[in-house]
């Protein structure tokens, strides 16, 4: 900006300049470089001009982005903000809440809520690198109780409606990890 700045500034232009000459050969270059312009639309010739359609097509993508961000917002049938949708699987779903019990054989009892629509529960254990050690169908039962496994860090329930996942609880972690 400085260097624009001083470029422009008059007290830097040299006595013999000719600014008309300076002004005639600068406009002598720009019409050969972009050329005379017969016959190119320009903003303001014409209403379908490049220009206008340029336009017209930015304000079209907002307006569909918008609109898009504003449906993802609301979510299906006026569902608050922030609440999950699980798409593709009917109607949505909340995560549910998993109550664990540490009994006194060092095992663990796990208890959560029936999720509606639900046709069985699988658990499922997570070692500390957040990958799948193992998995319990349990059928429709809504309690389970096992042993932690070596290495486990810690699980979740997914509800499942006929094999698809339709909704999941909070990972919930083991004493002492």
């Known amino acids: 900006m400085k260097s624009f700045a001083a470029f422009m500034d008059p007290a ?22 972009i050329g005379s312009g017969a016959g190119a639309a320009r903003p303001g010739a014409g209403f379908w001009n490049p220009f206008r359609v340029r336009m017209i097509a930015a304000v079209a993508a907002v307006m569909v982005v918008a609109v898009g961000l504003s449906l993802f917002r609301a979510g299906p049938d006026g569902m608050a903000p922030g609440e999950p949708v699980l798409r593709g699987v009917g109607a949505p779903a909340a995560a549910f809440r998993v109550d664990t019990i540490h009994m006194e054989n060092g095992g663990y009892q796990l208890r959560w809520p029936g999720v509606a629509e639900a046709t069985g529960y ?12 193992m ?34 609880s909070d990972p919930a972690y083991f004493e002492g990890c």
């Open 122 to 133: 699988r658990v499922v254990v997570y070692g500390e690198n957040l990958e799948e050690i």
């Open 12 to 33: 830097n232009i040299p006595e013999e300049a000719d600014l008309t000459d300076a002004r005639a050969r600068l406009s002598g270059a720009l019409e050969r470089e």
């Open 135 to 168: 998995g319990f169908d349990v059928g429709l039962e809504t309690t389970f109780k096992f042993e932690q496994p070596d290495g486990a860090a810690f699980f979740r329930v997914i509800a499942l409606r006929d094999g698809d996942e339709l909704a999941k």
